[in-house]
């Protein structure tokens, strides 16, 4: 009779595969699958705050949006979309809303020009160390300082008679004194100029973190090319910088939009409602008015039309 001759080779397959198997059928008797949950264990306090933090201050903010008489009485009656037909044919919200585009956009291209440029000369070779070290300090500055700060200073420096009166008046530029402050027809464009000069130095700090990330290779190769300095930022420097500006410029409009702060400080809305904004909108409506109904439905629309900046940049970051 004749015996079966083993393949030494297959008998360490075989033990292989009776292990894997027996893994997978201890993996199957589990009554729990601990690997699945042990993740969100980590998340857990993350998860928590957000929750807390974030989504039952949204989901009551919504449901007061569609009520009556919320906070101020005991039983608030549904009222539908009465609250937002209020809020979209007020006269101040359709000023405030046309401020508010007239402001971020103002605020956002200056700051991309400003960042640029100060960015593009900071980096330059023509420039020794110590002069660009300087300069960054000097330009960095408005960053440094607080919402409050940079509120009052202002405030003296556009005064009646402040120092920006008085050094236009003495080079010719004005005649008098200006309220830049206080005047309906200066008022938005000063405020505007405040937070200009208060948010670029952000913006030429990142961009010009972008620039010294672009290799030198480019630059040598447009050069043999016979490329000239123009053509060298128009056809390598902005098409590298381009990612960066489109996401900066996306998160400015956000966070332009939901500036309170500075105006509150400054003006607070006047002088006759010029300089009215969403935010600080939305803040009288509830502290000064009482009208927490609408100020609810004020903030939702804020936040829808936030949440389609937030969108754009989502689809901006997954593009790069």
Request: hydrophobic letters at 55%.
């Amino acid at each position: 009779m004749k015996t079966a001759k083993l393949d030494p080779a297959a008998a360490p397959e075989t033990a292989e595969s009776a292990s894997k198997s027996a893994a997978d059928r201890r993996r199957r008797t589990r009554p729990f699958p601990v690997q699945r949950v042990v993740p969100y264990g980590y998340l857990s306090p993350t998860l928590i705050l957000i929750f807390v933090l974030m989504i039952i201050p949204i989901a009551m903010v919504v449901s007061y949006s569609f009520k009556d008489n919320v906070i101020v009485e005991q039983n608030p009656v549904f009222a539908g979309l009465a609250n937002y037909t209020t809020v979209l044919t007020d006269p101040d919200f359709l000023a405030a809303l046309k401020n508010t585009f007239i402001f971020i956009t103002l605020s956002t291209l200056a700051h991309l020009g400003l960042g640029l440029a100060f960015a593009t000369m900071l980096n330059t070779p023509l420039l020794g160390g110590v002069t660009k070290a300087i300069f960054r300090i000097v330009y960095i500055l408005p960053w440094l300082f607080t919402v409050a700060v940079i509120a009052v200073i202002w405030r003296l420096m556009l005064d009646p008679s402040g120092v920006v009166n008085y050094v236009l008046t003495t080079i010719g530029v004005i005649r008098g004194e200006v309220s830049w402050l206080s005047d309906p027809n200066k008022a938005l464009w000063a405020l505007t100029f405040i937070n200009i000069w208060a948010g670029f130095p952000f913006f030429m700090i990142s961009i010009l973190a972008a620039l010294q990330g672009i290799s030198p290779v480019l630059y040598e190769a447009a050069s043999v090319d016979g490329a000239t300095a123009f053509r060298q930022f128009r056809n390598v420097t902005i098409p590298q910088l381009k990612p960066v500006l489109l996401s900066m410029a996306v998160l400015d409009l956000i966070w332009t939009s939901q500036q309170f702060a500075l105006i509150w400080m400054t003006t607070g809305g006047g002088p006759l409602n010029v300089t009215e904004m969403l935010s600080t909108y939305t803040y009288k409506q509830a502290f000064s008015s009482y009208e927490f109904a609408t100020a609810s439905a004020a903030a939702v629309i804020v936040l829808l039309l936030t949440m389609i900046l937030a969108f754009f940049y989502v689809r901006l970051q997954k593009e790069r």
